[in-house]
């Protein structure tokens, strides 16, 4: 990638990222999650991952909440903030046993 494509290519990350930034503080997690699915598609990273989980939390969907957590863990194994907002999808699905489990994960893999 050249220097124009690599310059406009982190405008466009802040671009997006204001504008999602807008959308979640003006009340619109929903178009927030619909800018993050895109930025995910284009671009797995760990960052959209966790902050489309974290929106998707938001909104109540916690079976995507939970699937774009395991996805960005999956990029950074032991990422405490992946994991234990895992946990706590997990334990909002009533799966007490499942959330300790990770957050006791998320808990061993910071003390290393």
Request: proline share 4%.
């Given at each position: ?6 310059a ?53 969907r ?16 032991g ?34």
């Amino acid at each position: 990638m050249g220097l124009f494509e690599t310059a406009r290519a982190g405008a466009l990350r802040a671009s997006y990222a204001f504008r999602i930034t807008s959308e979640l503080s003006s009340g619109s997690p929903e178009k927030a999650v619909a800018i993050y699915e895109r930025l995910v598609q284009r671009s797995p990273r760990f960052t959209y991952l966790a902050n489309l989980g974290s929106a998707q939390f938001l909104l109540g969907r916690l079976p995507q909440a939970e699937q774009s957590f395991r996805r960005a863990a999956e990029i950074e194994p032991g990422n405490p903030i992946a994991l234990l907002n895992l946990a706590d999808t997990r334990l909002l699905q009533k799966d007490r046993r499942g959330a300790e489990d990770i957050a006791l994960d998320a808990l061993r893999r910071s003390a290393a």
